[in-house]
């Protein structure tokens, strides 16, 4: 399966229900996924952040990078095996007109013609749930029932703080 595929069918798995916006936003989600696990080029030292050599953009992700992205799990739940729309990722409906949709969007997601709707974020729930990890962090977007938050890669959430005893007088 090309990566064109494997991004459509879980763009198909975890929106395929939803509004095209929504199927959007998780394209672009997918490619600042990708471009955030690619390493980093070494910055000129001194040089201005749009100057040559001062990497205001990064380069847009490769093959492999989006093959990572969309196979993680923690990113798309669909990706479990005991997810119920994981079906959805091994026999979509070939018919069904949300997979074109879905097929287009990968498409342009991956040609690099796809604007960016969540502002570089990274993680995303449905808005139906919290996750815990979601409980102390501030939404970058919603878009059509999908919520979105750009999190540093590695960057974990506050732990609470720890009990303090209290000597009763």
């Given at each position: 399966?090309?990566?064109?595929?494997?991004?459509?069918?879980?763009?198909?798995?975890?929106?395929?229900?939803?509004?095209?916006?929504?199927?959007?936003?998780?394209?672009?989600?997918?490619?600042?996924r990708a471009?955030?696990?690619?390493?980093?080029?070494?910055?000129?030292?001194?040089?201005?952040?749009?100057?040559?050599?001062?990497?205001?953009?990064?380069?847009?992700?490769?093959?492999?990078?989006?093959?990572?992205?969309?196979?993680?799990?923690?990113?798309?739940?669909?990706r479990n095996?005991?997810?119920?729309?994981?079906?959805?990722?091994?026999?979509?409906?070939?018919?069904?007109?949300?997979?074109?949709?879905?097929?287009?969007?990968?498409?342009?997601?991956?040609?690099?013609a796809l604007?960016?709707?969540?502002?570089?974020?990274?993680?995303?729930?449905?808005?139906?749930?919290?996750?815990?990890?979601?409980?102390?962090?501030?939404?970058?977007?919603?878009?059509?029932?999908?919520?979105?938050?750009?999190?540093?890669?590695?960057?974990?959430?506050?732990?609470?703080?720890?009990?303090?005893?209290?000597?009763?007088?």
């Open positions: 399966m090309n990566c064109t595929e494997l991004l459509a069918r879980t763009l198909y798995a975890e929106a395929g229900t939803r509004p095209v916006r929504a199927i959007e936003a998780l394209a672009a989600l997918a490619v600042n471009r955030a696990a690619m390493p980093r080029p070494a910055r000129i030292p001194g040089a201005a952040p749009f100057a040559p050599g001062g990497h205001a953009r990064l380069p847009e992700p490769g093959l492999q990078e989006m093959t990572a992205a969309c196979r993680d799990p923690f990113l798309f739940p669909s095996p005991r997810h119920p729309a994981h079906a959805l990722l091994a026999a979509p409906h070939p018919g069904d007109p949300a997979l074109a949709v879905c097929r287009r969007v990968a498409a342009r997601a991956l040609a690099g604007a960016d709707p969540t502002q570089g974020a990274t993680h995303w729930h449905p808005a139906e749930s919290l996750p815990a990890w979601a409980v102390a962090r501030e939404a970058v977007a919603e878009i059509a029932g999908l919520v979105f938050y750009r999190l540093e890669m590695g960057e974990r959430p506050a732990s609470p703080a720890p009990p303090v005893l209290v000597a009763a007088a």
